[in-house]
């Protein structure tokens, strides 16, 4: 068995957040950001969380990372307790965040040298996921030398490299440019397709959920709650272009008014 055969047979987590609160404390006030929060989410789930500026989805997203601790609940990951950061579960945030210093190719490589893999190994890995998200024949580009699009592609295939159980994905596409993002969402649902990991997605798009989500959880502000889930059972690949997506997108934000006018 390759190598990638390896990675691409191990089996996704399930995660379960439980009754998570958090607040932010200054010295002049306290701000209560999550309250009472519960979500499941299956093996191989793509969850949108979706929400107004101040719900708590990244808040929430930092919990389930181990990037930061609840104050109140638990969250877990294959039934073991989260307590902090780990390889299990990786962030992809809004900004590549790439090294400028090193290649395409050494940015996806610097996060395998943790798994102990010997250097032929890293290699195909890496070969393989530049592959994956259409990079291979821009594998020594620096990252000046990089579009918006494909810088975010080149931190995609270094977040999933290193095989993670989970991905966290907190508005990888919103500064890119419409064009962009459209085929940036067509090429995560055939990796997704391929790869069937967890992933967990922030966006403020309604259409970006509807076209990407398996299930898009909706979050209400002050403090951040979950009030109503829409399960989104359309075949895939989505185009977000389609009178089906639409749909269902005027659907959720139907929903996202009335929240507003019943936030406690």
Known sequence: MSTMDALVAAPAAKLAVEHVSKWY??????????????LAVNEGEFVCLLGPSGC?????????AGLTPPDGGRVLADDVLVQG?????????????LFPWLNVFGNVMFGLRRLGLNAAQRREIAEYHLNLVGLAKFKKAYVHELSGGMKQRAALARSLAPDPRVLLMDEPFAALDGLTREQLYFDL?????????TIILVTHNVREAACLGDRVVLMSPSPGRIREEFAIDLPRPRDINTAEVAAIAQRITSALRGLSCNVS
């Not at 708590?56 to 389930?64: N, R, Y």
């Not at 950061?85 to 900004?95: D, S």
């Not at 055939?190 to 990991?197: D, E, Y």
């Open 25 to 38: 404390r200054t010295t002049r006030a306290s701000v209560q950001a999550l309250d009472d929060v519960d």
């Open 56 to 64: 708590g989805k990244s808040t929430l997203l930092d919990i389930i």
């Open 85 to 97: 950061p780990g390889g299990r579960r990786l962030v992809m945030f809004q900004e590549s965040a």
């Open 189 to 197: 649902q055939g990796i997704w397709g391929r790869r069937k990991k």
